[in-house]
Every structure is written in structure tokens, then in C-alpha cells.
């Protein structure tokens, strides 16, 4: 007999889809033709972004909120968040009818504060990072008797997230691995054990892929010491999945049923969603696009059909295009260049006329005599080029330096 894995069982993960289905709907299943290119085999995406909330973390929160009994739900339910979470809580208390108590941080997004409210929450605006916010929740809850809602360290809430691994299971046939973002561990642990007890009850091979910001990747150091580790957290656009420590429960599953952890920089996530916008049409919050970036920055390989979880959809307008922007500089079609010139009439022309003569174009232009790194006879042009790829970003810094100027690229 084959040994239990940690967890939710099989028949666990299978009633809590019946359960979720009450307030998460099944969401599509997208073929990736570009994705497929490179990795050489299929691949779909899981759109998660579509899901209600914008994200999965609604399945989990109704899941683990559907157990509380009659006496429980009249005390309420509390959670701490600074996006998603938040939104999965405030939409399945509003289902269930309760009373559901956030506390987000002071800096959160508009939109994400805006959604809370609008689904009947109370929020609350405390501290200026998660953890402070985190720390005041869990002190409502002991002053007030509410339930608290852990984002990813429980039982029901990983067994919740783990339906979506049962929907790509049915959507999917012959998957052979599935990539998944990670940050405390809920998702890729309710995913990874649904799919891995699947796989074994039919006998087929399967692997399970998980993602984190490299900013942020609490995972690896965990795994090598055999315990949940806290790292130091750094700046990272993939907010929602920026954790500094793994989730106990989900660190035990991980351990478990997790073949690799691979990571990503900022700017192979800003790249991913880049190519989402541009070859899917697919609207996708940096955290959700980290499976994405593994791919096209080679971190991933597979030998069958894969499938990749756009895990959430939830990004601000104005981190949007921040992010455009810094995808197209990571792609190589966005130049923004230094040039020293001579103080002298013509210049600026002249630079303009050498890109323009390589069907480059200019964006926007800054023509100063105060840097420090300039001499007195000398002025610097700062250049933002519109190019259409590595290639043409090449030919343009050439020309520019065959005429004899000294383009100086910066990011």
C-alpha cells in the first residue's frame, strides 16, 4: 500500500471541489503556441487571472470559511492581507454571510482596497508592511473572538487551493508537469499533492515545477535545510508572492511532492508580462506570471504536455505600466541612452538623423550641460529610442558609435 502523503487526502481534495464550486468558477484552459515553441511540447495555461476575485485565493478561504459552525461564523472572521487574500476572504464571507474584518497595510493598492470594501468587508488600513498588519490581525482576533484566515498554513485552505490541480487534471489530458508560483506554499502544495495522488492512482509519471521571485525565494534555503527558513526579503514587483517564511503545513507537503524550485529576476517576470499582453491578450499580476518567466528565461524543461498557472490577475494600472515599460527595456525593443556631446549647434540633429536613419524611433529627449561627469566644453544627450528587438538595439548603438559619439546604455 502506497504511503499517505501529508495533507488532504484524494477524497478531501475531491469534496472541497464540490464545495469551491458553490463561489469559484472552473476557469479556462488557454494553448500557449508561443510557449510552446520554446519549450518544445505542449503547453496551456491555467487562467486563474479570470478567476472571481481576479485570483484562486477564493477557493481556499470559502473552503476553510464552509467549516465553521453555526456559533463560529456569528463571531466573524478576520485576515491580513495586501492584496488577493483579502479579496478571497471579503467574497466568500459575503457568500456565506459573515462578517469579515481586513487589515491591509497603509500603502495597499487602490484597486485592491477598493474590491475588499466592495465586497461588504471592513478593512482596516494598519502599518506600512504586511507583517504589521499581519500582527494586528491576529491580535483582533484574540480581542474578539473572530476567526482567523490564514492565507496558506491550513489544512482546508491548502485542500481548497488544490482544486484548481483537480480542473487541470480534467482539462488537460496527458499533463505531465504543471508550473506553479510560490510564495507561502498554499497553492503549489494543494496543486502538487491533488495532481501527485491523481498520477499515482493511475499509474503515470508526473512532476511538479515551482516558481519563486528571486527576491523573494524562502523555498530553496528551506528544502537544503530540512526546515522552514526565514530569509530577508527583498524589493520585488511579484508582491504577491513576496513571503519571507514558508508555511509549515505547506513546507511538509512541498518536501513531499515538489520535484524543483526554480527562480526568476524582475525583470524576466516584467518580460513574461510583456508576452502576455502582447501574445495571449491575457491581463496578468506579476506574481501570477511567474511561471511564465521561467520559461521564456530557460529554467524550465519538459519532455510532455505542460501546463503553467496563471495564479492571479490583480495588478494596479499604474504598476502596469511601470512594468510595460520595464519589459521592453528587458526585451531589448526600449533604449535609453547617455550620449556626451560637443556644446556646439548640430548635434542634436545630427544624433537624431542617425536614428532615424536606422528606422529607429525616438520617445523622448534630454538635452543638458549639468553632470558631473562632463567636461566644460561638453553636453550630454539622453535618448529614449523605440527599437523592435535586440538586433535593431545593436544596429542603432553602432551607427551611432561609427559617427563617433559614445552611447551610454542605461536601464
Not at 478593512?123 to 473572538?145: P, Q, T, W
Amino acid at each position: 500500500m502506497a504511503k499517505q502523503l501529508t495533507g488532504p487526502t484524494l477524497a478531501e481534495f475531491v469534496t472541497a471541489q464540490s464545495v469551491v464550486s458553490h463561489v469559484a468558477q472552473a476557469t479556462p484552459i488557454e494553448v500557449s503556441r508561443f510557449l510552446e515553441e520554446i519549450l518544445g511540447v505542449p503547453v496551456t495555461m491555467k487562467c486563474e487571472n479570470l478567476q472571481r476575485t481576479g485570483a484562486y485565493k477564493v477557493r481556499g478561504a470559502y473552503n476553510r470559511m464552509s467549516k465553521l459552525s453555526d456559533a463560529e461564523r456569528a463571531l466573524g472572521v478576520v485576515a491580513a492581507s495586501a492584496g488577493n487574500h483579502a479579496q478571497g476572504v471579503a467574497l466568500a464571507a459575503h457568500e456565506l454571510g459573515i462578517h469579515a474584518t481586513i487589515f491591509m497595510p497603509v500603502g495597499v493598492a487602490l484597486p485592491k482596497l477598493q474590491a475588499t470594501k466592495a465586497y461588504g468587508a471592513d478593512v482596516v488600513l494598519r502599518g506600512v508592511i504586511f507583517n504589521e498588519a499581519l500582527e494586528a490581525a491576529r491580535d483582533f482576533a484574540e480581542k474578539s473572538g473572530a476567526i482567523f484566515i490564514p492565507p496558506f498554513d491550513n489544512h482546508d485552505v491548502i485542500a481548497g487551493q488544490g482544486t484548481v490541480g483537480l480542473e487541470i487534471w480534467d482539462q488537460v489530458p496527458g499533463v505531465e508537469t504543471v508550473i506553479i508560483p510560490v510564495g507561502g506554499g498554499g497553492l503549489i502544495a494543494g496543486v502538487a499533492s491533488a495532481m501527485k495522488q491523481k498520477a499515482a492512482e493511475e499509474g503515470r509519471p508526473f512532476r511538479v515545477i515551482g516558481v519563486q521571485s528571486a527576491q523573494a525565494a524562502a523555498y530553496p534555503p528551506s528544502l537544503e535545510a530540512g526546515a522552514p527558513t526565514s530569509i530577508t526579503v527583498k524589493p520585488t514587483i511579484a508582491d504577491g508572492i513576496s513571503v519571507a517564511k514558508p508555511g509549515a503545513l505547506p513546507f511538509a507537503i512541498i518536501q513531499e511532492t515538489v520535484d524543483e524550485i526554480v527562480t526568476v529576476s524582475d525583470d524576466d517576470i516584467a518580460r513574461a508580462l510583456l508576452m502576455l499582453l502582447e501574445r495571449a491578450k491575457l491581463v496578468v499580476e506579476p506574481a501570477g506570471a511567474a511561471g511564465v518567466a521561467a520559461i521564456l528565461a530557460g529554467k524550465i524543461t519538459a519532455t510532455g504536455p505542460t501546463n503553467v498557472i496563471l495564479s492571479g490577475g490583480n495588478i494596479d494600472p499604474k504598476l502596469m505600466e511601470r512594468v510595460i515599460s520595464r519589459g521592453l527595456i528587458a526585451s531589448g525593443r526600449y533604449l535609453h541612452i547617455r550620449i556626451p556631446l560637443p556644446d556646439r549647434p548640430g548635434q542634436l540633429a545630427r544624433v537624431a538623423e542617425i536614428v532615424a536613419g536606422q528606422n529607429a524611433n525616438v520617445i523622448e529627449v534630454l538635452h543638458t550641460r549639468h553632470g558631473t561627469d562632463l567636461q566644460i566644453s561638453q553636453v550630454e544627450l539622453s535618448v529614449d529610442i523605440e527599437t523592435r528587438g535586440p538586433d535593431h538595439s545593436d544596429q542603432v548603438l553602432d551607427a551611432l558609435r561609427a559617427e563617433g559619439y559614445e552611447p551610454r546604455v542605461e536601464i
